[in-house]
């Protein structure tokens, strides 16, 4: 296994890193249907707290495995029996959120994670057999990080249940720490271009969950009942939403900023909020769906606020990490962090909190358009 070079021409998504992308799809549902279940049954604290732990374990997971192909890719038998042994974990991880949300129980959900940390370690440990120098000590590092990590996940399953919320914290930093350290003395070939479409791909991939989790939400009050003027806006709404969410994120050439492994490490760590924040939308939704019809016992902001914080979490994350880098002029920055705001302040609408949302997320749209098209022209002038 040799690294792949940095400015390979043409460097695209494989067809085995989409159907890797799918099938993460999976866990990213499982534990967005168990945060709708919790906010709908007004359990904030804990719905909250075990979507982001559970979240944290498949966007890791992904993010490792993305960052290491985009080096390391070679697509021979090896690689790709590899890459299906850690599609067998992440499908037993996405079978033990349940159980994780409801009783606490990480075991099936750890099991799920060791099996797709293993696979990690034997690419490393590859790629490290395949090299030499700092490169080698590199590889070496990341599957010792690796490997020491997973052990200190041991303490969501033998330490008592209040301890796990120390243990996530603690481990977690351990686990964001494993590239830094790695890679100090040698940086891995990651592939810009190719990073930033990978990105791109889960992200589409995350947005048609939403959309996906909400149609489910609309399907279930339509068999109940014919109330369309309720539901109709609540579907516009949350609709805008997730258009202006791919609209605003895929607004800008976000390879072009991606040159060291400082802008890397920022853009990618953010993405946790990102991805976790645009899958929360879709749990929002059907929330608000199920409030609409009498099924959630929260009120209607509080149901509102399930769609508007994750959409105002959003834009802000993308604004910091991603769209800041390719604005010009005051008013550009501002479109979406004065956006982020207003959609919060639509909480406050009640049962049009989503509806408002959506109409703010597509004004949020048009102003972007219209600014860009004025520098533009401005520029020709």
């Known amino acids: 296994m040799r690294a792949r070079r940095r400015d390979e021409a043409h460097r695209t998504a494989t067809p085995l890193e989409l159907f890797f992308d799918l099938c993460f799809v999976v866990a ?7 945060l ?4 709908a049954g007004g359990h904030w ?5 075990g979507y982001l732990m559970l979240f944290f374990a498949v966007w890791w997971a992904w993010m490792n495995f993305s960052w290491f192909a985009s080096a390391y890719d070679i697509d021979d038998p090896p690689y790709r029996l590899v890459t299906l042994v850690q599609i067998v974990g992440v499908l037993i991880l996405a079978a033990g959120v349940p159980r994780a949300f409801a009783a606490g129980d990480f075991t099936v959900v750890w099991c799920g994670f060791l099996v797709m940390r293993l696979a990690m370690v034997t690419q490393w440990l590859r790629a490290a057999r395949g090299s030499r120098g700092a490169e080698r000590r590199t590889a070496l590092g990341y599957a010792l990080g690796v490997t020491v990590c997973q052990v200190g996940w041991l303490g969501l399953l033998l330490l008592p249940e209040g301890d796990v919320l120390g243990v996530f914290v603690v481990v977690g930093l351990m686990e964001l720490a494993v590239p830094a350290l790695a890679e100090r ?32 939400a609309v399907q279930s009050a339509l068999d109940e009942s014919d109330e369309l003027g309720t539901l109709l806006p609540l579907a516009g709404g949350g609709l805008l939403v997730v258009f202006a969410a791919y609209w605003i994120y895929f607004a800008v050439p976000i390879h ?14 953010g993405h946790y909020l990102v991805f976790c924040s645009a899958a929360a939308v879709g749990a929002g939704i059907e929330v608000a769906v199920e409030q609409a019809f009498g099924k959630a016992q929260l009120s209607a902001s509080a149901a509102g606020a399930c769609v508007t914080v994750p959409a105002a979490l959003f834009m802000f994350t993308v604004w910091l990490i ?37 109409l703010v997320a597509a004004a949020t749209v048009g102003a972007g358009v219209t600014l860009t098209a004025r520098q533009g022209t401005a520029l020709e002038q």
Request: proline letters at 3%; hydrophobic letters at 45%.
């Open 28 to 34: 990213v549902a499982q534990a967005g249907r168990q």
């Open 36 to 39: 709708a279940h919790a906010l």
């Open 45 to 49: 604290g804990h719905g909250v707290s």
């Open 185 to 216: 003395s040698h940086r891995t070939s990651w592939h810009p271009h190719h990073i930033a479409e990978r990105y791109g791909l889960f992200t589409i991939i995350v947005l048609g969950e939403t959309i996906a989790a909400a149609t489910v």
């Open 256 to 269: 072009l900023h991606l040159r060291s492994n400082r802008q890397a490490f920022l853009w990618g760590y």
């Open 322 to 358: 991603h769209s800041r880098h390719h604005k010009r002029g005051l008013a550009q920055h501002l479109v979406l962090p004065v956006s982020s705001v207003l959609v919060l302040a639509c909480t406050f609408a009640g049962a049009w909190a989503v509806p408002a949302a959506g």
